[in-house]
T-cell receptor, first 112, second 113 residues
Framework: EAGVTQSPTHLIKTRGQQATLRCSPI?????VYWYQQALGLGLQFLLW???????NRGNFPPRFSGRQFPNYSSELNVNALELEDSALYLC???????????FGSGTQLSVL | SQQGEEDPQALSIQEGENATMNCSYK?????LQWYRQNSGRGLVHLIL?????REKHSGRLRVTLDTSKKSSSLLITASRAADTASYFC?????????????FGRGTQLTVWP
């Protein structure tokens, strides 16, 4: 069974640009979560999607947005990139909300 | 902050020794989970303990939960070099923040051969 897949692995952008990160959950999982992990920090909750709807978002500005497609894959968009957006972005999926999250390997976003 | 706090921040031991990591949190929870992260990659779920449980085992892992003290501990017995990783606790709060886990900053465990 394939795990959670994320693309791209690395992404280099400059300030003010937009970044798009993609995630495919484990087959059968309808919940997709996005977390940001800045260097040396714990994971910060970004967004939760379930059954195609945004169910919850963390304390991030509106330029962080996303969506979930009918096949439950998801996309995270970050507009007007700032230097402090440089981080590892992790996507996870689960069968039951808040229980046993399966994580992808992440997208390392670098903003120059 | 509602995040859990792991203690210690870093732990260095020899192979064969036991490793104990602690986690404290601030709110009422539904469950507490432990995850492992190797070299800044994705996290791997280790174990989940519910608020009405006090102790749980999985292989060489033993987790305890004390809801009166709002704390948990993760014990790895007979550690191996392959256990070298960062370990995070994550809490699922009782309440309306569904879908959101609160992660601590992690304990960096190094196991020397």
């Amino acid at each position: 069974e394939a795990g959670v897949t994320q693309s791209p692995t690395h992404l280099i952008k400059t300030r003010g640009q937009q970044a798009t990160l993609r995630c495919s959950p484990i087959s059968g999982h309808t919940s997709v979560y996005w977390y940001q992990q800045a260097l040396g920090l714990g994971l910060q909750f970004l967004l939760w999607y379930d059954e195609g709807e945004e169910r919850n978002r963390g304390n991030f500005p509106p330029r962080f947005s996303g969506r979930q497609f009918p096949n439950y894959s998801s996309e995270l968009n970050v507009n007007a990139l700032e230097l402090e957006d440089s981080a590892l972005y992790l996507c996870a999926s689960s069968l039951i909300s808040n229980e046993k999250l399966f994580f992808g390997s992440g997208t390392q976003l670098s903003v120059l | 902050s509602q995040q859990g706090e792991e203690d210690p921040q870093a732990l260095s031991i020899q192979e064969g020794e036991n490793a104990t990591m602690n986690c404290s949190y601030k709110t009422s929870i539904n469950n507490l989970q432990w995850y492992r992260q190797n070299s800044g990659r994705g996290l791997v779920h280790l174990i989940l303990i519910r608020s009405n449980e006090r102790e749980k085992h999985s292989g060489r892992l033993r987790v305890t939960l004390d809801t009166s003290k709002k704390s948990s501990s993760l014990l790895i017995t007979a550690s191996r070099a392959a256990d070298t990783a960062s370990y995070f606790c994550a809490t699922a709060d009782r309440g309306s923040t569904l879908g959101r886990l609160y992660f601590g900053r992690g304990t960096q465990l190094t196991v020397w051969p």
